[in-house]
C-alpha cells in the first residue's frame, strides 16, 4: 500500500520551463507484499482501514496513512505548446527554441524569464524492484548492515555457512492430547506460525516424526500442534489403546529430541547437493544466514536471532529479505 515520502521528481506535473530545474512532488510509491489485490470483488479495494470510507473500501488496507485517492481514479495528459500562426511567420532560424519564444509567441512571462514549451500532468507511480527471478538462485550476501551503513564482505562464500540457518529446538514434552493430533511443547519460545512446515526427529515413537504442517502454536510460542494424518482403521485403533486406562499419552524423552523448521516453509529451497539457495515463492522472502567461523566469546543480541550455540562456539546470525520476482528464469 501507498505511504508519504517527499522526493525531488523530474516530470511530475511536468512543466519545461526554461530558468526551472525541478519541482517537488508526492510520490506514489506501491508495495505490493502488503496488499492482496481483487478488482473484481464486489466487497470493494483496499482504500482505507474503515469500510465503506471512502466509498469502495473494503477496510482491509494495512495502514491508515496510505496515499489519498488511491484506486479512486487516475487522469495523466500531455500536450506540445504550439506557436501561433503569425508568430510561425516571425521563426528566426538562428536562434534556439528558448531564444524564439517571444517570435513564436510562445506562453511566457512578462518580462521574458520564462518560456512554457512543452507539460504534462499525473501521477508518479514507484514499485518495489525484485532482486531475484522466481527459481533463480539466492546467493550468500555480499554485504552486511552495520552502524548505519552496508560493509562489503570481503570472501562472501567463505564467510557464510552455505545453509541457511534454521534453529534446532530441544523438546521437552510430547504427547498425543486426542487421537490424529501429536503436541508438541519446546524448551525455548520459537518463530513457528500455523501453517509452517516443521522437522520432529529422534522422538521414540516413530510415527511421530517427519515433517509435518502445523495448525496451532500458544501465545507463548513454546507448544504447537500437529495432525498425524491417520487412517480410518488407525483412528479406531488408536481410541481401542485410549480406553485402556492404562493408556499413557505420553512419549518417553531421551533428552535427543528436537525439531526445526523445514527451509521450503520459509518460500525457498535448499539443495544439499548443490549447496545452493533457490527462489520457490514469488513476493518477500526472509532467509537467514550463518556465518561460518565461531567465537568463545557470547555475542550480544537473542539466541537464534542474532547468534547460536554450537560446540562450545558462537555464530552471528544475519537476517536478509529479499524480493521474488511472479517471472520465472
Known amino acids: 500500500m501507498a505511504s508519504y515520502f517527499k522526493r525531488v521528481i523530474y516530470g511530475i506535473l511536468f512543466l519545461s520551463v526554461a530558468g526551472v530545474g525541478s519541482l517537488h512532488a508526492e510520490l506514489l510509491e506501491l508495495k505490493p507484499h502488503k496488499t492482496t489485490y481483487n478488482l473484481q470483488s464486489k466487497l470493494g479495494l483496499p482504500i482505507s482501514t474503515t469500510f465503506g470510507d471512502p466509498v469502495g473500501s473494503n477496510?482491509?488496507?494495512?495502514?491508515?496513512?496510505?496515499t489519498p485517492g488511491q484506486f479512486t481514479g487516475f487522469y495523466s495528459a500531455g500536450a506540445v505548446v504550439a506557436p501561433s500562426k503569425t508568430g510561425a511567420e516571425r521563426l528566426n532560424g538562428t536562434l534556439s527554441l528558448v531564444d524564439n519564444a517571444e517570435n513564436l509567441d510562445l506562453p511566457r512571462s512578462s518580462d521574458g524569464s520564462y518560456s512554457l514549451i512543452h507539460g504534462?500532468?499525473?501521477a508518479s507511480i514507484m514499485s518495489a524492484q525484485a532482486s531475484i527471478m522466481f527459481g533463480g538462485i539466492i546467493s550468500v550476501p555480499e554485504s552486511i548492515f552495520k552502524n548505519g551503513s552496508e560493509t562489503a564482505v570481503a570472501n562472501p562464500h567463505a564467510y557464510w555457512n552455505k545453509e541457511p540457518f534454521k534453529a534446532q529446538h530441544k523438546i521437552v514434552d510430547?504427547?498425543?492430547?486426542?487421537?490424529?493430533?501429536?503436541?508438541?511443547?519446546?524448551?525455548?519460545?520459537?518463530?513457528?506460525?500455523?501453517?509452517?512446515?516443521?522437522?520432529?526427529?529422534?522422538?521414540?515413537n516413530s510415527q511421530w516424526n517427519g515433517?509435518?504442517?502445523?495448525?496451532?502454536?500458544?501465545?507463548?510460542?513454546?507448544?504447537?500442534?500437529?495432525?498425524?494424518?491417520l487412517s480410518d482403521s488407525e483412528k479406531f485403533g488408536d481410541k481401542t489403546l485410549r480406553a485402556d486406562d492404562s493408556?499413557?499419552?505420553?512419549?518417553?524423552?531421551?533428552?535427543?529430541?528436537?525439531?526445526?523448521?523445514?527451509?521450503?516453509?520459509?518460500?525457498?529451497?535448499?539443495?544439499?547437493?548443490a549447496k545452493t539457495v533457490f527462489a520457490i515463492q514469488a513476493g518477500p522472502v526472509a532467509v537467514t544466514w550463518r556465518e561460518s567461523s565461531g567465537t568463545t566469546d557470547q555475542p550480544a543480541g537473542i539466541v537464534n536471532?542474532?547468534?547460536?550455540?554450537?560446540?562450545?562456539?558462537?555464530?552471528?546470525?544475519?537476517?536478509?529479505?529479499?524480493?521474488?520476482?511472479?517471472?520465472?528464469i
Request: glycine share 6%; charged share 20%.
Open 59 to 66: 477496510g482491509l488496507a494495512p495502514t491508515s496513512d496510505a
Open 120 to 122: 504534462a500532468s499525473g
Open 174 to 204: 510430547i504427547q498425543t492430547p486426542e487421537t490424529d493430533i501429536v503436541q508438541v511443547t519446546c524448551e525455548l519460545e520459537t518463530d513457528y506460525a500455523s501453517g509452517d512446515l516443521i522437522k520432529i526427529s529422534n522422538i521414540t
Open 211 to 229: 515433517v509435518y504442517d502445523i495448525y496451532y502454536v500458544s501465545s507463548d510460542k513454546k507448544t504447537f500442534r500437529y495432525r498425524l494424518g
Open 247 to 273: 493408556y499413557n499419552p505420553n512419549a518417553f524423552l531421551t533428552g535427543i529430541e528436537f525439531c526445526q523448521e523445514a527451509h521450503s516453509s520459509d518460500g525457498y529451497h535448499y539443495s544439499s547437493s
Open 305 to 328: 536471532v542474532d547468534w547460536v550455540k554450537d560446540k562450545k562456539k558462537y555464530y552471528k546470525l544475519y537476517n536478509n529479505k529479499y524480493l521474488i520476482s511472479s517471472s520465472a
